[in-house]
């Protein structure tokens, strides 16, 4: 199943791509995430549900730590914000930093990639990323391309 959020491109933005006032735009977007989200994992965990559904909260981009002049923020590809809880991820924890500016990742040579994220998630499915391939116009391709490793400091 998937939630998504941001279509509307009304003013003030009702979306999470604003450049204009990050606070007057997401404070509503996170506070009804928050809500949303916390209600969703409080009814999980309640009916047991929780032990057997991975949940997966991320975005395409970050935003960049410094203004555009102004009340914005641009987009920033080198680090963004994603967790995971339920069956079979370690709560808890945080994996991945970034640099003290949240700007690009504090380990630049092996830093946590959106190939790692799925790889993870496959292994918490029973899947063997480096295993599993898709035909495509003629061609085998793997979920995870050639890239990712499974992140152990997150399994339970």
Request: hydrophobic share 30%; net charge negative; proline share 5%.
């Given at each position: 199943?998937?939630?998504?959020?941001?279509?509307?491109?009304?003013?003030?933005?009702?979306?999470?791509?604003?450049?204009?006032?990050v606070k007057?735009?997401?404070?509503?977007?996170?506070?009804?995430?928050?809500?949303?989200?916390?209600?969703?994992?409080?009814?999980?965990?309640?009916?047991?549900?929780?032990?057997?559904?991975?949940?997966?909260?991320?975005?395409?981009?970050?935003?960049m730590?410094?203004?555009?002049?102004?009340?914005?923020?641009?987009?920033?590809?080198?680090?963004?914000?994603?967790?995971?809880?339920?069956?079979?991820?370690?709560?808890?924890?945080?994996?991945?930093?970034?640099?003290?500016?949240?700007?690009?990742?504090?380990?630049?040579?092996?830093?946590?990639?959106?190939?790692?994220?799925?790889?993870?998630?496959?292994?918490?499915?029973?899947?063997?990323?480096?295993?599993?391939?898709?035909?495509?116009?003629?061609?085998?391709?793997?979920?995870?391309?050639?890239?990712?490793?499974?992140?152990?400091?997150?399994?339970?």
């Open positions: 199943m998937q939630i998504w959020s941001g279509n509307d491109n009304g003013f003030p933005r009702r979306n999470w791509d604003s450049h204009e006032d007057r735009d997401h404070f509503p977007l996170a506070r009804g995430m928050a809500r949303g989200t916390s209600a969703l994992l409080h009814d999980l965990k309640r009916t047991g549900l929780l032990e057997d559904t991975i949940v997966l909260w991320t975005t395409e981009f970050g935003r730590p410094s203004s555009q002049g102004g009340l914005g923020r641009d987009h920033n590809p080198y680090c963004f914000t994603n967790w995971l809880c339920g069956a079979g991820v370690k709560g808890g924890i945080s994996y991945g930093p970034s640099d003290d500016f949240g700007y690009k990742p504090a380990d630049r040579k092996n830093p946590t990639e959106v190939y790692d994220i799925h790889a993870t998630i496959l292994h918490l499915l029973g899947i063997d990323h480096t295993r599993l391939s898709i035909r495509n116009n003629g061609i085998d391709r793997r979920l995870t391309d050639v890239h990712g490793h499974v992140i152990n400091e997150l399994l339970a």
